[in-house]
């Protein structure tokens, strides 16, 4: 059995005792569209060590579906969204799971908490029917493709791929010292098979991996260690507070190196939090960034200043950009599936989107019967300090083109 499949087979182990201890967690879930409302449960960090990163999304969503309602809603219902704080924890996640579930009953889920939260509640969501839109992108959920689980933007192996094809076959490095930093946790585990894998394809080995945990708030020895094996890149699969501290500390103690980051450090506020020490930080995303000038992005800004009126100058984070992205994806479902909704309409209707335009906000959005990620592309961006913003290097690249 390989280490995938063991995590798999324990974390599933724990959450069936978990949920053992609930008697309704059997029982029949009765989740009901009512003529006047469908109710979107939203599992998310609000409280825990990646809150700052993850409490932009609901802020995107409720405000898409309030504008949504604002206008009468989808054939006249409203969208009402519940929002649930797993604190960045696997009992709180589930615990949010039920809650919604069972007591709440809502139509659908989407989850932006971890993605040891999602592998462990996989087997629930598939024998509950129930669809879920996560915001974690490991492959692990889409390939093979899980009835019930639907996702937007490169995956997190997809998005190693694209900066290692972008040191070797467009900065054209020769014998590169790649280092890699991740959380000890499964999404950094992830990463870390996707780095060594395509070190591998490359016939180069990592000069080095450090792990650094997610609310870390100083990086001095892993920083001393990358300096140590002279790595010259260095990938940060990581999140905004601890990249905050890598990079602070690399200024700190002279790792002179290029950075780049995977999408949770793609945020405005690693680049305030930095300050300096961001200069030569480099990070891919899949989602446009709130000063961006397409279609879509304008609609948003147009929307929230609406509703915010005193904010104008006010950034809002990738997070609400990927919270309204994704936002946009449902209510396409929603609408497409009709007036006579069902779980399985809305799953169909997924599946029957084909190049669908979303103005610039993220590449356009296809899915299928066996294909459950929408779109698989990112951009590359460079932090410029001096303005607080991330501008783009690249288009739209999809891994392995």
Same mark, same amino acid.
């Given at each position: ?38 109710? #979107?449960? =939203? ?39 519940? =929002? ?46 129930? $669809? ?9 959920? #889409?390939? $093979?493709?899980? $009835? ?30 790649? &280092? ?29 991996? %450090? ?32 990249? =905050? ?14 950075? %780049? ?34 279609? &879509? ?5 147009? =929307? ?18 990927? &919270? ?35 103005? &610039? ?41």
């Amino acid at each position: 059995m390989n280490r995938r499949n063991f995590l798999i087979v324990i974390v599933f182990i724990f959450i069936c005792l978990l949920f053992s201890k609930n008697p309704i967690a059997i029982a029949k879930v009765d989740y009901r569209v009512s003529k006047d409302t469908i109710k #979107i449960g =939203v599992i998310c960090d609000m409280t825990g060590p990646t809150a700052t990163l993850q409490t932009p999304a609901p802020r995107g969503i409720r405000m898409y579906f309030r504008n949504l309602n604002d206008k009468g809603g989808i054939f006249g219902r409203k969208v009402k969204v519940i =929002v649930e704080d797993d604190r960045y924890t696997l009992p709180m996640h589930v615990s949010a799971f039920k809650k919604l579930v069972y007591r709440d009953q809502v139509f659908m889920i989407m989850e932006i908490g971890s993605t040891g939260g999602i592998l462990a509640l996989m087997p629930h969501f598939t024998k509950l029917k129930i $669809p879920n839109f996560m915001t974690s992108t490991s492959s692990m959920f #889409i390939d $093979p493709p899980r $009835p019930y689980h639907f996702t937007n933007g490169a995956t997190y192996e997809q998005e190693i791929k694209i900066i290692f094809n972008w040191f070797m076959k467009v900065l054209k490095l020769k014998n590169p010292r790649i &280092g890699l930093v991740r959380p000890d946790t499964e999404h950094g585990k992830v990463g870390s098979r996707s780095a060594y894998e395509m070190a591998k394809k490359y016939g180069i080995k990592l000069a080095g991996e %450090v792990i650094l945990a997610p609310g870390a708030m100083e990086a001095s020895s892993e920083v001393l260690r990358l300096r140590r094996d002279k790595a010259d890149y260095v990938i940060l699969h990581l999140t905004i507070g601890n990249s =905050v501290a890598l990079l602070k500390d690399a200024r700190k103690y002279g790792l002179k190196a290029t950075f %780049v980051g995977t999408k949770y450090t793609c945020m405005e506020a690693t680049i305030k939090l930095a300050g300096k020490a961001a200069e030569n930080f480099f990070a891919t995303n899949s989602f446009a960034a709130w000063y961006d000038n397409t279609p &879509g992005v304008r609609i948003v800004k147009e =929307v929230s200043l609406k509703y915010e009126p005193n904010t104008e100058n006010k950034i809002r984070a990738r997070g609400y950009m990927q &919270g309204w992205a994704e936002s946009i994806i449902i209510h396409e479902g929603l609408k497409r599936a009709g007036k006579n909704l069902t779980r399985r309409g809305l799953i169909k209707a997924w599946e029957g989107m084909k190049n669908f335009d979303m103005k &610039g906000i993220s590449s356009d959005v296809t899915f299928g019967p066996n294909k459950r990620q929408c779109s698989e592309s990112c951009k590359i961006y460079k932090a410029d300090v001096e303005k607080g913003i991330f501008k783009p290097v690249s288009d739209w690249i999809i891994s392995g083109k």
